[in-house]
């Protein structure tokens, strides 16, 4: 058996943040689940919807592993990453590390870890290893979902070279934290002023505030948009509130680090976004409460409702960022 010693496995609420959290602490960084999530400039909005899809998606993060890249750059951290389409050469990348005494990071499709509570193929999941032996692999996953758990080396392959939406070639990563790297302090307002930009200023109308108000105008359709609105409604619910965001879509965790940081910086803009974050976070959790209640109702004046608030949120967060951005 293979083991990364003196490991702290503890898992969080979000699946990539929890991973980092782990590569992090054993290169001797300790950070909060919200001030990995913040300084990485992970919030973010997303609607998505196409013909080819049963069911539109709402997203509350930036995409699979840019958090990460995110994360690495803002704090200066050494960050290998590895992609390949030989199984072989995959495992390889992954042993040797661990065989050296050092966690690794991958990125895989939830759907066939032996451990996963809801069979949904997802490949954008990310999980730590910090061991195998011959049948079995051990890694570190959501608090949710187990904590330090294991799965079969046979299915994490196939988690590993699964394809199609949010997926990679085989992805796995180390980090090294060098003994230059900038105070995670010193980078609060980076971070902040770069999810604020980006958030504000999207490319397309799906994205940051322009798309919390697209979700506000479709929203309300969406019991004439699903073929099954008794499950696609909740499942949609439960997505935004329990499916690893931290609850109201990512909102919690943001909201955290705004209030971690107005602990540390005393700045009136910092403050007016927390504020008004704590205000975005309650009004999520509202909205994923109608969505199931219309779904399990059949009640539009539910999504009306929530249409309503989407609205109001949109405002909201736009304020927020635009104080956010003024740090």
């Known amino acids: 058996?293979?083991?990364?010693?003196?490991?702290?496995?503890?898992?969080?609420?979000?699946?990539?943040?929890?991973?980092?959290?782990?590569?992090?602490?054993?290169?001797?960084?300790?950070?909060?689940?919200?001030?990995?999530?913040?300084?990485?400039?992970?919030?973010?909005?997303?609607?998505?919807?196409?013909?080819?899809?049963?069911?539109?998606?709402?997203?509350?993060?930036?995409?699979?592993?840019?958090?990460?890249?995110?994360?690495?750059?803002?704090?200066?951290?050494?960050?290998?990453?590895?992609?390949?389409?030989?199984?072989?050469?995959?495992?390889?990348?992954?042993?040797?590390?661990?065989?050296?005494?050092?966690?690794?990071?991958?990125?895989?499709?939830?759907?066939?870890?032996?451990?996963?509570?809801?069979?949904?193929?997802?490949?954008?999941?990310?999980?730590?290893?910090?061991?195998?032996?011959?049948?079995?692999?051990?890694?570190v996953d959501t608090a949710a979902q187990g904590g330090a758990v294991s799965t079969g080396l046979a299915g994490l392959a196939r988690a590993r070279a699964e394809r199609g939406p949010m997926t990679a070639r085989h992805r796995s990563f180390t980090i090294t934290a060098p003994g230059n790297a900038p105070s995670p302090q010193d980078r609060i307002i980076p971070a902040i002023k770069k999810c604020a930009h980006a958030f504000l200023n999207p490319p397309i109308a799906n994205l940051g505030d322009r798309g919390i108000e697209k979700a506000a105008k479709e929203v309300p359709k969406w019991l004439r948009r699903s073929a099954n609105p008794q499950e696609d409604l909740p499942r949609a619910a439960v997505l935004m509130e329990k499916a690893g965001t931290g609850g109201a879509l990512f909102r919690n965790l943001y909201r955290d680090f705004l209030a971690e940081s107005a602990q540390l910086i005393d700045n009136s803009h910092l403050r007016t976004g927390h504020r008004l974050y704590s205000e975005a976070a309650t009004l999520w959790t509202q909205v994923a409460g109608l969505v199931a209640t219309a779904g399990e109702s059949g009640d539009v004046e539910n999504l009306e409702q929530a249409g309503t608030i989407l609205h109001e949120l949109a405002r909201i967060e736009r304020d927020a960022m635009r104080a956010l951005s003024l740090l």
């Open 1 to 139: 058996m293979t083991m990364v010693k003196d490991l702290d496995v503890r898992g969080m609420q979000h699946c990539e943040t929890t991973a980092l959290g782990v590569l992090l602490r054993h290169a001797g960084l300790d950070l909060s689940e919200p001030a990995l999530f913040g300084l990485g400039s992970g919030l973010s909005f997303l609607y998505w919807d196409s013909k080819a899809m049963g069911f539109p998606f709402l997203g509350g993060r930036v995409k699979p592993f840019e958090l990460t890249r995110n994360l690495a750059a803002e704090l200066g951290l050494e960050l290998q990453v590895r992609e390949t389409t030989s199984a072989r050469k995959a495992w390889q990348d992954v042993a040797g590390p661990l065989d050296a005494g050092r966690p690794v990071g991958l990125q895989l499709d939830s759907y066939h870890l032996d451990y996963f509570s809801t069979k949904v193929h997802f490949g954008g999941h990310v999980v730590a290893m910090y061991g195998y032996d011959e049948q079995d692999a051990y890694l």
